[in-house]
């Protein structure tokens, strides 16, 4: 991969935490400062408190003080590209904003998008 976000959400999937349903996912968060930020899926037996990938990424971003990003990629291997659910976009939202999306599978197929368009009519401040 040229792109070292790509490379490093492919690089946190190896530590994904998937006992369970074996699906693994890395995230990578690039901040305004050019940092990278990355996370993994932990799975709980329970489901219901696992952490996705994204979630992870953005919150160790948050716990070391980053308020800013730019990007995020998110990898798993899957045909069709994995996008980041709903709970994630909802966070990526309210975090990011509208960042760019870098979608990645470990063959090298990738796509890029907008938040805004997986997220068209997302829930934030402005309704509280």
């Known amino acids: 991969m040229d792109d070292p976000l790509l490379s490093a959400a492919l690089a946190a999937r190896r530590h994904a935490f998937a006992p369970f349903s074996k699906f693994q996912v890395g995230a990578a968060l690039q901040d305004s400062d050019g940092r990278i930020h990355t996370g993994c899926n932990v799975e709980n037996a329970t489901y219901g408190l696992t952490l996705c990938a994204e979630r992870v990424a ?3 971003a948050i716990s070391e003080g980053v308020r800013q990003f730019r ?4 990898a798993a291997d899957t045909e069709d590209l994995t996008p980041p659910c709903g709970a994630c976009r909802q966070i990526l939202w309210e975090f990011c904003g509208d960042l760019e999306i870098l979608l990645v599978n470990p063959r090298g197929k990738t ?3 907008r938040l805004r368009e997986l997220f068209p009519k997302p829930f934030d401040v402005r309704y509280l």
């Not at 990007?71 to 998110?74: E, P």
């Open 58 to 60: 953005v919150f160790k």
């Open 71 to 74: 990007r995020i990629a998110v």
């Open 111 to 113: 796509e890029t998008c």
